[in-house]
């Protein structure tokens, strides 16, 4: 009877665990999805000091490292482990482009191209966006055509065909498509960026600034700066510094220097740039 009762004990207690588990995955999910990274930590470290080898909860701890600009630390995380599904693997591969490691993201698809499959759009883009880090323009444009061939309206991947005709030199082609892609998407904070970065290859650096500023003013509420308003917010004060707007750059360069505070010099260090 002592043997049964603590089998029995032991079933609930592993039930109950289980049960924390998922509890902590779907609030942390939802605290993701809402902005809320400090609070979508929480809640993955949590279930992984249950189980340290939680799938599930390493690719959400995953994705908020790579969003704030971690990918090495994502990567640590994920290697650790065997992850065998497809939200583990295209985590792997965003991890592996934050990094730079564009080889090793064509790899894994090719590798796992039993898994990859269930998503084939997201194939493409890792390949395009892969390929553009390898310079290699020609198949990175066949990526993304492949791209909109199965999903014509992909944002993603009209942003990186157009990033294609950016770096060919066609530069009034990429700014009447970007014209174009933001009369159907005027919340695109990519088209506004890669806009921004147009505008500065043609010279015309006040249109750049109003190009990055509507980039900046879109990018969503979140509880931290992410890497990619904070690559934003450096675009902006360059340009602004290399109007001679100092002081303009110092405003955002202020708004940098309190989302970090323990980032030693980063006011002298912009002072002495402008």
């Not at 002592?2 to 079933?11: D, N, Q, R, S």
């Not at 049960?19 to 995955?25: N, Q």
């Not at 930590?41 to 249950?50: C, D, G, N, T, V």
């Not at 892609?181 to 043609?202: C, I, K």
């Amino acid at each position: 009877m002592a043997i049964l009762l603590a089998a029995f004990v032991a079933g609930c207690a592993k039930q109950e665990t289980g049960a924390d588990i998922k509890t902590h995955l779907r609030t942390g999910q939802a605290f993701f999805e809402q902005g809320q990274f400090n609070a979508t930590i929480i809640e993955a470290r949590a279930a992984l000091q249950i189980d340290p080898n939680n799938e599930e909860a390493s690719v959400l701890l995953a994705r908020v490292q790579i969003t704030l600009g971690a990918p090495q630390a994502a990567l640590a995380l994920l290697e650790r482990i065997e992850g065998t599904t497809l939200g583990y693997f295209e985590t792997l591969s965003e991890a592996y482009l934050a990094r730079g490691k564009f080889a090793s993201a064509l790899l894994l698809v090719r590798q796992h191209a039993d898994v990859f499959k269930q998503d084939p759009v997201k194939v493409e883009l890792i390949n395009g966006e892969a390929r553009l880090g390898l310079r290699d323009v020609a198949e990175a444009r066949a990526a993304y055509q492949r791209a909109l061939k199965i999903d014509p309206g992909n944002v993603d991947a009209q942003i990186g065909i157009i990033t294609v005709v950016t770096l060919t030199g066609d530069l009034e082609g990429a700014e009447a498509r970007l014209k174009k892609l933001l009369e159907t998407h005027p919340e695109s904070v990519d088209a506004f960026t890669l806009l921004g970065a147009v505008y500065v290859r043609q010279g015309r650096y006040d249109d750049a600034e109003s190009a990055l500023t509507d980039a900046v003013s879109r990018m969503p509420s979140t509880d931290r700066f992410t890497r990619k308003r904070v690559v934003l917010i450096q675009n902006l004060i360059r340009l602004l510094a290399r109007q001679g707007r100092s002081g303009e750059a110092l405003f955002y360069q202020e708004m940098l220097a309190d989302a970090f505070p323990n980032a030693e010099g980063m006011r002298d260090k912009m002072s002495e740039v402008i």
